[in-house]
């Protein structure tokens, strides 16, 4: 086994190649472009952009290193009969389902629900399409992991304190250890970013670990040695 070893906060995060997977949260243009799901909601979407930056360049090293990586998208049936009304008819704006520049809201197949061009998959990368906020609500991801034992997960995505907080929350339920990569994450609220990290790893990591992509890509360079 590769050694992946990596400072965090509250303490080091030990793993090892093999048995860690990264998980790319909802990086879609739903999320991170004007028209979709993220502007309905009353959301500036210029605040997520700075995470795209750090995530290829932690794509790019987990690449190099052969890492396990996930990608997941948030989005529904085109019928929407995977979508709660309760979810639907939320918030003021155009809903779920409703047509905008980018196709209908948060439908899969539509071009706001495709992962933004710059973090792609690559061949051999899953996609998980989740319905939602959670990566493991109603979605194969815990097979998909179990079947590769997977134990650890290095989290990167957006918003910080929905689909991330709430992946990563079932994550260590069902017993994952979790390292949240804080410069790969972003909100549209900066606070609710900030706080939502240190509730992670407050209470001697309660949730699990905060790191930083660099720690995470020494680390890579170190275990693909
Ligand atoms: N609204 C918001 O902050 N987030 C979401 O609705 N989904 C995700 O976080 N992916």
Same mark, same amino acid.
């Given at each position: 086994?590769?050694?992946?070893?990596?400072?965090?906060?509250?303490?080091?995060?030990?793993?090892?190649?093999?048995?860690?997977?990264?998980?790319?949260?909802?990086?879609?243009?739903?999320?991170?472009?004007?028209?979709?799901?993220?502007?309905?909601?009353?959301?500036?979407?210029?605040?997520?952009?700075?995470?795209?930056?750090?995530?290829?360049?932690?794509?790019?090293?987990?690449?190099?290193?052969?890492?396990?990586?996930?990608?997941?998208?948030?989005?529904?049936?085109?019928?929407?009969?995977?979508?709660?009304?309760?979810?639907?008819?939320?918030?003021?704006?155009?809903?779920?389902?409703?047509?905008?520049?980018?196709?209908?809201?948060?439908?899969?197949?539509?071009?706001?629900?495709?992962?933004?061009?710059?973090?792609?998959?690559?061949?051999?990368?899953?996609?998980?399409?989740?319905?939602?906020?959670?990566?493991?609500?109603?979605?194969?991801? /815990?097979?998909? +992991? @179990?079947?590769?034992?997977?134990?650890?997960?290095?989290?990167?995505? =957006? $918003?910080?304190?929905?689909? !991330?907080?709430?992946?990563?929350?079932?994550?260590?339920?069902?017993?994952?250890?979790?390292?949240?990569?804080?410069?790969?994450?972003?909100?549209?609220?900066?606070?609710?970013? /900030?706080?939502? +990290? @240190?509730?992670?790893?407050?209470?001697?990591?309660?949730?699990?670990? =905060? $790191?930083?992509?660099?720690? !995470?890509?020494?680390?890579?360079?170190?275990?693909?040695?």
């Amino acid at each position: 086994m590769a050694k992946l070893t990596f400072d965090a906060t509250p303490a080091q995060f030990e793993t090892s190649l093999e048995r860690c997977a990264a998980i790319f949260i909802d990086m879609q243009r739903d999320f991170l472009e004007p028209g979709g799901f993220g502007e309905s909601l009353g959301n500036d979407v210029s605040r997520l952009r700075g995470a795209i930056e750090p995530c290829k360049r932690l794509l790019t090293g987990l690449r190099r290193a052969g890492a396990f990586v996930i990608h997941t998208r948030e989005g529904h049936r085109p019928d929407l009969s995977d979508a709660p009304p309760a979810k639907v008819h939320r918030g003021a704006g155009p809903k779920i389902g409703d047509v905008g520049p980018m196709g209908r809201i948060l439908v899969r197949g539509e071009p706001g629900h495709d992962l933004i061009e710059e973090l792609h998959p690559i061949a051999g990368e899953p996609v998980i399409d989740k319905p939602g906020k959670g990566a493991f609500y109603a979605t194969e991801l /815990e097979p998909m +992991l @179990r079947n590769r034992n997977i134990e650890a997960l290095l989290v990167c995505g =957006v $918003t910080t304190e929905v689909c !991330v907080h709430t992946t990563v929350r079932e994550a260590n339920d069902r017993g994952f250890r979790c390292a949240v990569v804080s410069d790969c994450c972003a909100s549209y609220f900066p606070e609710f970013h /900030e706080v939502a +990290l @240190r509730m992670v790893c407050a209470q001697g990591g309660i949730f699990g670990w =905060v $790191t930083q992509s660099s720690q !995470v890509l020494d680390a890579l360079a170190r275990a693909a040695q």
